[in-house]
């Protein structure tokens, strides 16, 4: 039985790019339970641009994979939520639509680039949120902003109708308020997808068991150590001494790699979106241009003028990594550290069953604090080994510092999210 | 370490627009992102990553296509069912 | 020509014949249909759509590569090249790079000097590109159109080494290699476009050209005739041929530089993230091969009793040689004669396959040439009249109803001429009012022949052999 219901959220904060004020919705698991969604995830007949003004006006003749689910699970779908152009940012102030607010404090960034669909779900303008999580895109805005947001392993949820920004790092994941709800929606969104050759046939029946009785937690030092906040640090340390009183045992250890990671990871994301958004031509979606100039010529003209800037230094920076006389230098080396991560990952995980640190080295930073580029990528340094190894990872908020969320980040084995959610759960239950 | 001729090579190949009031700008961040890079240049070469499956395929079976008014409805241009673009020659 | 200096190799691509495309369910049968009707977000290179890749192109190609004594590779994957055109959807076009699915493996051709083995280097698998209609005159009026029909439909590329000595050889390699090809039942050589040849060629001690844009099997001999001359003469000026990519103009039969930035492109090859890696090695054992060309022509020595030349020609394409065995039922000598020698003759003249002539009208040709009926000559006419009633879409006539209808009964045709002769002889005043110029004359001996047979003979026919009766009479005299 089809039903409706109105959606017209005083959205201060700018979280929404497109909204939806007549939602009809079905029964099911998720009935009448109000979902936002990324504007990098396609929906059919409903505008889909990646905060980019290269697709304004882009209606996707098809809905993603994961709207399908949504919408057979009876789920309200209540607009498209601000981010970083394509994905490409920190702080959603990447949007050629204007930048989403922070919720907790509107002069501070809700982290990116699922910025919009955290602050969405933190302002309470809905229940849940879809984000897509490249180097943390999820993980990121989730402990900004004060939610829960999970990036599950690769290829547990399909991509297929996720526009690419770097294919073999992202996955898109749930984002809620609590651990409860990012399950109640993993549990719709997870599972095969034959249009997606990544996609892998595990399917998400679980509810969350907050029994961490024996779990060997990881905290590796590289987490800790230079570049991130002691004040976050300690925060974070507290909220796994609520996981020790729980029954789990910490245990200090070491990643090496990560003296490597974040450099692999800006050259194989560059490298990937310099040929994933390569299409963006203007000829069979988004503005067109001038036909009376010649092909090369009008093409780079309207990239110029449509791409932003950080999206245009990502181009050029992931062009260099591919070009003749670099590649062996950089994209080829990436693949090296990014192995180098995943040993480092499969011989922890040897020794423990989940790494414990913070989501992000800071509280979430003002707005236009951070102009530097690479001391902007420097604050993925925590969430991009996830990414990298595949593995999957949840930040949950573990307390404040300056009256911003700290968010806790749990890194899990490949397939074993249910245990990744499990200590989340175990670690609010017990936070209570 | 680069320099502005070579951010320019690089974006012509890329097919982005840089202005000459940018390339200094795109010039210095690359160049200080890409030094950041170089530290990758001390690891032994040829890892390959092992994707975790093998042989993904699907049947030869038709599916429906899209219309030619559906394919065509996103474009700016078009002309008798044909995308229309720049010339190329 | 001589050819001793003459270095060749060949870039083919073939499109193969799966229902659906390399990568989504689009049907890949678009010819007679309108632009952009076979599209889907995959092949429109839409955001966010996946490819995903069709098994049966692999086994396809995987057949092929037996076919060709390739080795497979135990792992093979696919990347992205990266460059812009507008009817390249996604601006990369997934092809396989530095792992391409078999290398290694070889293909007989009758070379200049006997048979010989030429090397293939590598077979790959990628996806077309879509098309291109180039509009417009002035320069600010020109623009494209672009039909994504044809995006995404599989190809086979198959590399050869520079093995190759002249055009001729390397018609004679196309024309195995097609032949081949329909044997394994993967691809249909008579769809438009469904081959094209990128060439390069070198003079030795000169730089190397490629020619790209080749689509006709006869295209690649010319284009490769044209291509050594123009560099002998080059050399002959004493100027140095320069390393470059040309064109070759099909139309004009020639090959123009193409002073394209596709020459200085950097295609920035990198493995395809959204495709896995592919372990397809062991199915070689299980591939088992149809009859290939070479070993029909054997066959049809031993049992057809057929020369090397007509065996060879015989086995030249799938359609050919099972037209052939066919016809070959009511006798194998004349059928090799008349399918080899004049059948194909007549339709190359006319750009036919062999398709259009119809196997039952050939079989009974062959019958009245076996029987003794007809003249080889008349067999040849009923050929053209058969093969221009299908050019004409008429339904074509069975040879031994032509054979009545124009009296080329060979016993039938000398009757009708004892009478012709015996007329003029009882005539000789209509005869020699003939001669003065006097029309009506002709119709009265016609007539009188018409009484004599009771009218079974073909009035146009008839017109046709008194007049050159009557001729030799005026030769003569
Ligand atoms: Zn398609």
Redesign the pocket.
């Known amino acids: 039985m089809a039903k409706t219901l109105t959606f017209t959220p005083d959205d201060k904060v700018h979280a929404f790019i497109t909204t939806i004020p007549e939602v009809s919705y079905e029964d099911g698991p998720l009935s009448g339970v109000t979902v936002a969604i990324k504007d990098n995830i396609s929906t059919r007949g409903i505008e889909t641009t990646c905060a980019s003004q290269i697709l304004k006006g882009y209606i996707p003749p098809y809905d993603a994979h994961v709207v399908t689910l949504l919408k057979s699970a009876g789920a309200a779908i209540v607009g498209k939520t601000n981010m970083d152009e394509f994905g490409m940012g920190t702080t959603t102030e990447n949007s050629s639509f204007g930048p989403t607010l922070n919720p907790c404090d509107p002069g501070r960034v809700p982290g990116g680039s699922s910025g919009g669909s955290a602050a969405a779900v933190a302002a309470g303008y809905c229940d849940m949120a879809l984000g897509s999580d490249t180097g943390g895109s999820i993980r990121c805005p989730a402990a900004f902003c004060g939610i829960v947001g999970l990036k599950p392993t690769y290829g547990r949820v399909s991509r297929y109708g996720l526009i690419a920004y770097a294919n073999s790092l992202e996955q898109i994941g749930p984002m809620a308020k609590d651990v409860t709800g990012v399950s109640r929606l993993f549990s719709v969104i997870a599972g095969h997808d034959k249009r997606d050759s990544t996609s892998v046939d595990r399917p998400y029946i679980h509810t969350p068991n907050p029994s961490v009785k024996g779990l060997r937690i990881g905290l590796p030092e590289e987490f800790f150590g230079k570049g991130v906040d002691p004040k976050v640090a300690d925060t974070v340390k507290k909220a796994v001494s609520v996981l020790e009183q729980a029954g789990a045992e910490a245990v200090p250890c070491s990643m090496p790699s990560m003296s490597h990671a974040l450099a692999a990871y800006y050259v194989i994301c560059t490298s990937e979106a310099s040929s994933n958004l390569a299409r963006f031509d203007g000829i069979r979606y988004g503005p067109g241009g001038d036909l009376r100039k010649s092909w090369h010529e009008e093409f780079s003209d309207r990239r110029q003028e449509r791409f932003g800037k950080e999206v245009r230094r990502r181009i050029i920076l992931g062009t260099f990594s591919l070009a003749a006389g670099y590649f062996g230098r950089y994209y080829q080396k990436a693949q090296t550290a990014r192995q180098m991560v995943r040993d480092d990952f499969a011989r922890l995980f040897g020794e423990v069953d989940m790494i414990a640190g913070p989501t992000m080295p800071s509280i979430a930073f003002k707005l236009r604090e951070k102009s530097d580029p690479l001391q902007m990528y420097l604050s993925d340094i925590l969430t991009v080994p996830a990414n990298l190894a595949g593995v999957p990872a949840i930040s949950v908020p573990c307390g404040q510092v300056e009256g911003m969320p700290v968010g806790l980040q749990l890194i899990g084995r490949h397939f074993e999210d249910e245990k990744v959610i499990d200590t989340a759960f175990a670690y609010e239950q017990g936070a209570v | 370490m680069v320099v502005s001729e070579d951010v320019r090579k690089i974006a012509k190949l890329a097919d982005v627009g840089v202005d000459d009031r940018e390339i200094e700008e795109f010039t210095s961040q690359c160049s200080e992102i890409l030094t950041y890079f170089e530290m990758l240049d001390t690891l032994p070469q040829g890892a390959t990553i092992d994707r975790g499956l093998v042989n993904i395929f699907r049947e030869d079976e038709i599916?429906e296509?899209?219309s030619q008014e559906e394919a065509l409805r996103n474009a700016a241009e078009k002309e008798d069912g044909f995308f229309k673009a720049p010339r190329v020659m | 020509m001589e050819h001793d200096d003459v270095i060749i190799g060949l870039e083919i691509h073939c499109q193969l014949n799966t229902r659906?495309?390399l990568?989504?369910?689009?049907s890949t049968d678009f010819r007679d249909d309108e632009p952009n009707t076979?599209?889907?977000?995959?092949?429109?290179g839409l955001p966010g759509s996946m490819p995903v890749l069709n098994k049966k192109v692999i086994e396809f190609a995987m057949r092929v590569a037996k076919a060709l004594n390739c080795s497979v590779l135990k792992e093979c994957d696919f990347s992205r090249k990266n460059y812009f055109y507008p009817d390249l959807n996604k601006a990369y076009q997934i092809t396989q790079y530095d792992r391409p699915l078999a290398e290694w493996g070889k293909l007989m051709i009758e070379g200049e000097d006997g048979e010989r083995d030429i090397r293939i280097t590598r077979i790959h698998v990628e996806e077309d590109p879509g098309r291109s209609v180039h509009m417009g005159t002035t320069d600010r009026g020109k623009y494209t159109l672009i039909d994504y029909n044809r995006?995404?439909v599989p190809l086979i590329e198959i590399v050869t080494e520079p093995d190759l000595k002249s055009p001729k050889e390397a018609r004679r390699f196309l024309n195995k290699l097609r032949a081949t090809l329909e044997y394994l039942n993967v691809f249909d050589s008579e769809k438009e476009g469904s081959l094209r040849v990128d060439a390069n060629i070198s003079l030795k001690g000169s730089g190397r050209v490629e020619v790209k844009n080749i689509s006709s099997y006869k295209g690649v001999e010319k284009a490769l005739t044209f291509e050594i001359t123009r560099q002998r003469n080059v050399i002959r000026r004493g100027q140095v041929v320069a390393r470059e990519t040309r064109h070759f103009v099909e139309a004009r039969g020639i090959t123009t530089s193409s002073r394209s930035k596709e020459e200085e492109n950097d295609y920035r090859y990198f493995p395809e993230p959204d495709l896995m890696p592919m372990q397809v090695s062991d199915w070689v054992e299980g591939i088992v091969l149809p009859e290939l060309p070479d070993a029909r022509r054997e066959r049809f020595m031993q049992q057809y009793g057929c020369s090397l030349e007509h065996a060879r020609t015989l086995t030249g394409g799938l359609k050919l040689a099972e037209f052939y065995e066919q016809v070959a039922k009511a006798d194998p000598d004349l059928a090799a004669t008349w399918t080899a020698d004049y059948l194909l003759g007549e339709l190359n003249y006319r750009d036919f396959s062999i398709d259009a002539m119809p196997i039952v009208h050939f079989m009974e040709l062959i019958g009245l040439l076996k029987a003794d009926t007809i003249t080889d000559k008349s067999g040849v006419e009923i050929l053209r009249i058969i093969l221009d009633q299908v050019k004409n879409g008429e339904k074509p006539e069975m040879p031994a109803s032509i054979v009545n209808r124009l009296g080329l009964a060979k016993t039938g045709g000398d009757e009708i001429t004892d009478m012709v002769r015996a007329v003029i002889a009882e005539n000789p005043q209509p005869v020699a009012d003939y001669h003065a110029g006097k029309g009506p004359a002709l119709n009265f001996l016609v007539g009188q022949v018409m009484k004599k047979c009771r009218g079974r003979a073909d009035p146009g026919h008839l017109n046709a052999l008194l007049r050159e009766e009557l001729g030799k009479m005026q030769d003569g005299a």
């Open positions: 599916t296509s899209l | 659906s495309k990568f989504c369910g689009c076979h599209t889907c977000p995959v092949c429109l995006a995404g």
